[in-house]
């Protein structure tokens, strides 16, 4: 296999990580609540004061090799507080292509989130998945992750759409 390099998102990559994200939204069987665009990505991961952070996994060509380089996974982050310990980050999404798996790729994503964080100071690194893909849940245990619903009995809850325009009176 050619070289995997990890490396921090450039706006030129929104294509491929809009690309990813419908990937896993088929893979996780919710397609259809894609709704973001390149151009969102673009302004909100970019910008002055970015919404998030992305890595990509981009394999490199051997010498000789035709092809260019190719973004076959992404982790995307950004920074939360906790009131209880402070700077945390927080991995929302994490995907590989299905034929790059099994490589470690996802585990370098993984140890690059994990870097990052101790980088800026943060006492926690938090993601989620959901609880049939044990593939994932055994790598997160397997590197040292601690499942807080079975530990701590913490749910997730969101408010979204109208709920949220009730809330607000709007």
């Not at 690194?125 to 893909?133: I, K, Q, S, T």
């Not at 994932?136 to 619903?149: E, N, V």
Request: hydrophobic share 40%.
């Amino acid at each position: 296999m050619a070289f995997v390099q990890i490396r921090a998102a450039k706006q030129g990559d929104c294509g491929d990580i809009l690309r990813l994200i419908r990937e896993l939204a088929e893979y996780e069987k919710l397609s259809d609540q894609v709704k973001i665009s390149e151009e969102a990505l673009r302004a909100d991961g970019f910008g002055e004061n970015p919404f998030y952070h992305c890595l990509v996994a981009e394999i490199l060509p051997a010498p000789g090799e035709l092809q260019g380089p190719c973004i076959v996974g992404y982790g995307l982050y950004y920074f939360i507080y906790s009131t209880w310990k402070g700077r945390n980050i927080y991995l929302e999404d994490i995907y590989v292509m299905p034929e790059y798996r099994g490589q470690g790729i996802g585990s370098k994503i993984i140890k690059k989130v994990a870097e990052v964080a101790l980088d800026h100071g943060c006492s926690q690194f938090r993601l989620a998945v959901l609880e049939w893909n044990k593939r994932a849940m055994d790598l997160y245990k397997t590197l040292g992750a601690q499942d807080l619903t079975q530990a701590e009995g913490w749910r997730a809850f969101r408010f979204e759409g109208e709920a949220m325009r009730k809330l607000a009176g709007r």
